[in-house]
Antibody, heavy 122, light 110 residues
Framework: QITLEESGPTLLKPTQTLTLTCTFS??????????VGWIRQPPGKALEWLVA???????RYSPSLKSRLTVTKDTSKNQVVLTMTNMDPLDTATYYC??????????????WGRGTLVTVSS | QSVLTQPPSVSGAPRQRVTISCSGS????????VNWYQQLPGEAPKLLIYHDDLLPSGVSDRFSGSKFVTSASLAISGLQSEDEADYYC???????????FGGGTKLTVL
């Protein structure tokens, strides 16, 4: 059974750096085809994809946020870490990490953590 | 403004059938698989449909997906009150090199 859990700060001030950790179980990021990604959802708004990292260390970033994002994995701890710099009140959102499955050549998110609400305010 | 376009809301009476549309372009839906997610109030998204029309294990067969050229649809038959949720379509976009989502559709069961 795959589970994912997000952890990190709930409140940040503008210009600070956000660091979120996704701790997962039920799969390994050393297994072919596996990946973990992040999406976010501002209050009352739509889902927005941020980043993804795969078993072979392939990394994909949202073009609009690429300059502010970094994603890394620690396979020994079953963790993926998202870093977002220069946080702004507009970055206030619930951040979800998700498991990415590869089916033949197709990649898709098939399971999400419960999410963590991050508020940016002075 | 989302890359994939969905109606903001749809509604239907219990036991009726509703459809939710998702319009894209040749760089996303036209080339890549569409996935659908259900988000119940206060919860994380849940995968409903993958690869245009496939149901994950455990998802009710009242849900079905289809795709034609650059548009996709999610159909829900036999509407139940517990289907009230937000529904999102998603696909990979080859031009943007990014996963893109629709703006979401709120389903109300009358």
């Amino acid at each position: 059974q795959i589970t994912l859990e997000e952890s990190g700060p709930t409140l940040l001030k503008p210009t600070q750096t956000l660091t979120l950790t996704c701790t997962f179980s039920g799969f390994s990021l050393t297994s072919g085809g596996m990946g973990v990604g992040w999406i976010r959802q501002p209050p009352g708004k739509a889902l927005e994809w941020l980043v993804a990292i795969f078993w072979d260390d392939d990394k994909r970033y949202s073009p609009s946020l690429k300059s502010r994002l970094t994603v890394t994995k620690d396979t020994s701890k079953n963790q993926v870490v998202l870093t977002m710099t220069n946080m702004d009140p507009l970055d206030t959102a619930t951040y979800y990490c998700g498991h990415i499955r590869t089916w033949y050549s197709l990649r898709y998110f098939d399971l999400w953590g419960r999410g963590t609400l991050v508020t940016v305010s002075s | 403004q989302s890359v994939l376009t969905q109606p903001p809301s749809v509604s239907g009476a219990p036991r009726q059938r509703v459809t939710i549309s998702c319009s894209g372009s040749s760089s996303n839906i036209g080339k890549n698989a569409v996935n659908w997610y259900q988000q119940l109030p206060g919860e994380a998204p849940k995968l409903l449909i993958y690869h245009d029309d496939l149901l994950p294990s455990g998802v009710s067969d009242r849900f079905s997906g289809s795709k034609f050229v650059t548009s996709a649809s999610l159909a829900i038959s036999g509407l139940q009150s517990e289907d009230e949720a937000d529904y999102y379509c998603a696909a990979w976009d080859d031009s943007l090199n990014a996963w893109v989502f629709g703006g979401g559709t709120k389903l109300t069961v009358l």
